[in-house]
């Protein structure tokens, strides 16, 4: 989904995207090749909502009357999945992050910084797990 006032959306070759997924754009989010995001996985480029609670409820009043606002600043940052890299079920990737060539992020992890490539992350706030071995590769 990308946002009424900006949004891109690239998502490479030989990717898997399970069911109940949702990617949200305001700005610039980018999918490698053979990328698998599992079910119920949510990638986000922005805040989403204002952090001021007025702010919050003017957006939400004006998606319910006329839809999302053309001009909103919603602290956006690009986000980069790199290629060969599999987000597991129920996780989150959050705005500004690269996750790294053949990184793995496991399931319900909440990713809010960069994942280095070829190394696990896993929990709220992903850590690393490990790094993974030149015969995992």
Known sequence: MTFAHGGEIRIGEW???????????????????????SHSANVFDSLTHPLRAAERHKQVQQIFTRGHPNDISLDERPVKICDDAWIGAGAMVLRGVTVGQGAIV??????????????????????????????ER
């Open 15 to 37: 990717c898997y995207v399970g069911e109940g997924t949702r990617i949200w754009s305001a700005a610039s989010i980018e999918i490698g090749n053979r990328v698998l995001i």
């Open 106 to 135: 496991a399931a319900g992890a909440v990713v809010t910084r960069d994942v280095a490539a070829f190394s696990i992350v896993a929990g709220n706030p992903a850590v690393l797990v490990r790094e993974l071995g030149p015969d």
